[in-house]
């Protein structure tokens, strides 16, 4: 059973953008582990506080609304 995260920054993406995300990595994985596994295909979207994470050592923050 393939389980695929993806971690995103909280509040930059809808839920209507998020149900994409899912719909579109999910048929990813079933063209290359078949129609069979289908319902074994997990996907999990992370939201992560803005600020708590970091590239190349300089915090990432959510961009203001």
Known sequence: M???TIKIIEDIF???QKAQM???VTEAMVRVTGEEKRPG???LIEE???GDW???GKPV???PK
């Open 14 to 16: 809808t839920d209507e």
């Open 54 to 56: 970091a590239i190349g």
């Open 48 to 50: 992560v506080k803005s």
């Open 61 to 63: 923050h959510a961009p």
């Open 2 to 4: 393939p389980i695929t």
């Open 22 to 24: 899912i719909h579109e």
């Open 41 to 43: 295909n997990w996907v």
